[in-house]
């Protein structure tokens, strides 16, 4: 059986298990990466010619460890690839198409969880005096995103997907319906920022929140336009993610209770949270008088 056929099966497996379109986007490049790789190295995708050593070398190639960039992939995008490789191996292994799984040597390289990429406070400032200037009506739709997430650290994603009607301005809360992992949510609105997406929405009583040319806003478009207001206001190195960051150490900041911070990411563990723990590098420098 060809690679490229044992991978479009395990695909069809995962979609059928519920994974998110991103998990199975990400499989399948890892997978076809592979693919590629095996035919202009092994000059076969036959899965009974995958061995451990074939693994191995792959992992080891030039080809493997650099980016679309040109630039040395993070440990962190390899541990992906590996992940990836492993699971669809294992699949392979499981269904009984390989008598042995040749991924079983593979390990994952040891790295510590990089600290949230958050935005500091004067940066949260230039980027809203930046589209505090801008006119036009998607950039005031760009405003009330940037504000939402930065108001509620929801991700872009659930953003994206609300309705008006997941909004309750009486009681200050917003019913997420599209999360992480399928599990509905509801987050707190703060007052202000509901005032100004009530009377920014006017008489709208029905249908999407965020609107691209009468049509719902994409993630990926949502995306790019915080990537361009990030740029105008000077900001690098930062994603619609890091708004959700933002809220997040500064959430912890000003209560310091975790659990909180848990309840208000919609943190199913507290593992996920505490990446949040880590020493607040300006109140370190505040407390050595730096």
């Keep these: 059986m060809q690679l490229q056929a044992a991978l479009q099966a ?49 992992f080891a190639a030039a080809e493997t460890r650099t980016s679309c960039r040109g630039t040395t992939k993070k440990a962190t995008s390899l541990n992906a690839m590996r992940t990836s490789i492993r699971c669809l191996l294992g699949h392979l292994h499981d269904a009984g198409l390989l008598p042995t799984n040749p991924a079983r ?9 990089p600290p949230p990429r958050a935005l500091h406070a004067d940066e949260q400032k230039r980027l809203l005096d930046v589209l505090a200037a801008a006119t036009g009506p998607a950039d005031e739709r760009d405003r009330v995103l940037i504000e939402i997430l930065l108001g509620t650290g929801i991700r872009i994603g659930s953003a994206v997907a609300l309705d008006v009607s997941d909004i309750d301005f009486e009681h200050g809360e917003i019913a997420l319906r599209t999360t992480k ?21 006017g008489d709208r009583a029905h249908g999407p929140v965020f609107l691209a040319e009468g049509r719902r806003i994409s993630v990926r478009h949502a995306q790019r336009r915080i990537g361009s207001w990030l740029a105008q206001a000077g900001i690098s190195g930062r994603s619609a993610h890091s708004l959700r960051h933002s809220y997040a150490t500064a959430l912890l900041a000003r209560t310091g209770d975790l659990r909180l911070v848990q309840a208000a990411m919609c943190h199913a563990s507290i593992v996920s949270t505490t990446i949040y723990a880590q020493v607040d590098r300006a109140r370190l420098r505040a407390a050595v008088g730096a």
């Design 181 to 201: 992992n399928n599990r509905p949510s509801v987050v707190a609105l703060p007052r202000v920022l509901g005032s100004r997406l009530q009377a920014w929405l």
């Design 10 to 58: 395990f695909l069809v497996q995962l979609e059928a298990d519920g994974r998110s379109p991103h998990t199975i986007g990400q499989y399948r490049r890892h997978g076809t990466a592979f693919a590629d790789w095996l035919l202009t190295t092994a000059e076969t995708t036959d899965i009974a010619a995958i061995t451990p050593e074939l693994i191995a070398r792959f």
């Design 105 to 113: 040597l593979l390990r994952r390289a040891r790295c510590a969880t």
